[in-house]
């Protein structure tokens, strides 16, 4: 298991966040990406789910994968998706077409949100960095 991996929400580099730190150590950047689908707030991070909407994209980051065994342990574990984890799981690790930052299409891992999501709020930017980004500003100027 190899190939690529799409992250689009706290384990963006942009979000420094541990789990991005031990994700580098067994992937790659390549390039900025997205993905045709909707982004929702579900607490304190994103759930993404697909559409076949064009207009509806959801920006990402894309990394080449070295070490998928090791990798995709430790995020299965932290995406709550593992074998260790409760059911039903909340994110399900799928192979998805993503697009480059170029418009090629390309394959690649993603964990997509699996849960109902009436509840949750829609980024209708569809980019978590840029939503959390405009709130943090909110919090320190308001």
Known sequence: MTGH?????TLLSGLHHPMHDLMVQHARFVAPGYIN?????IDNYPGLVLSNNPRM???GEIYAVADAARLFEYLDQYEGCSTHSARPYEYQRDMVTIHDSHGDTLLAWCYL???CIKQAKLIPVGDYLAFRNKGLRRIVNG
């Open 37 to 41: 689908g909707r982004l929702y707030e």
């Open 57 to 59: 994209i959801v920006r």
């Open 113 to 115: 949100y699996k849960r």
């Open 5 to 9: 991996l799409f992250v689009y929400g």
